[in-house]
T-cell receptor, first 109, second 113 residues
Framework: GQNIDQPTEMTATEGAIVQINCTYQTSGFNGLFWYQQHAGEAPTFLSY????GLEEKGRFSSFLSRSKGYSYLLLKELQMKDSASYLCAVRDGDYKLSFGAGTTVTVRA | ETGVTQTPRHLVMGMTNKKSLKCEQH?????MYWYKQSAKKPLELMFVYNFKEQTENNSVPSRFSPECPNSSHLFLHLHTLQPEDSALYLC????????????FGSGTQLSVL
């Protein structure tokens, strides 16, 4: 099966930067997704990487290294509303999607 | 608002009850999914439908029975559940079935007593 690892919890201060790492081992690779899920709400799409490098979208950036099986989601200028769970998901060579267990980020004032 | 609506938001049922979860998407997507989300665990794919046809059953026990009458609606019929089935059940849709960007509903929080 597929193996997706990400830290369980992270805490940071408002205005700071947090980097959420995700490592994966899959049979083939057809892209990596990041989703944000606030407590009691639907997961929502944040980013998609299929080629190596950094994708920037406002305060959020996502990086991918296919050779290392590694991605990170970078959250800059943290705001209280960024407190949520962040899910890493990888699509394998058969286009099957596997999720990590999620990283709960807590932003403190 | 993601364009995917799930009802009910919360459900408590006994092990002998029969209940159904409903999902509706207003996005014109062709693929719909049921996922199970348990605390501290990865999302588990249960079923996939593409153009109303079931294309994947991820070894789900028969006490969970999906139904997809059209591309916009998806049901999950529940019968004789176990306490370990208590979880958040998420519906999702995507334009095609190759697991591109998923749009999720807010889920049904199910408690089996």
């Amino acid at each position: 099966g597929q193996n997706i690892d990400q830290p369980t919890e992270m805490t940071a201060t408002e205005g700071a930067i947090v980097q959420i790492n995700c490592t994966y081992q899959t049979s083939g690779f057809n892209g990596l997704f990041w989703y944000q899920q606030h407590a009691g709400e639907a997961p929502t799409f944040l980013s998609y990487n299929v080629l190596d490098g950094l994708e920037e979208k406002g305060r959020f950036s996502s990086f991918l290294s296919r050779s290392k099986g590694y991605s990170y989601l970078l959250l800059k200028e943290l705001q209280m509303k960024d407190s949520a769970s962040y899910l890493c998901a990888v699509r394998d060579g058969d286009y099957k999607l596997s999720f990590g267990a999620g990283t709960t980020v807590t932003v403190r004032a | 608002e993601t364009g995917v609506t799930q009802t009910p938001r919360h459900l408590v049922m006994g092990m002998t009850n029969k209940k159904s979860l409903k999902c509706e998407q207003h996005l014109g997507h062709n693929a719909m999914y049921w996922y199970k989300q348990s605390a501290k665990k990865p999302l588990e794919l249960m079923f996939v439908y593409n153009f109303k046809e079931q294309t994947e059953n991820n070894s789900v026990p028969s006490r969970f029975s999906p139904e997809c009458p059209n591309s916009s609606h998806l049901f999950l019929h529940l019968h004789t559940l176990q306490p370990e089935d208590s979880a958040l059940y998420l519906c999702a849709s995507s334009l095609g079935q190759e697991n591109e960007k998923l749009f999720f509903g807010s889920g049904t929080q199910l408690s089996v007593l």
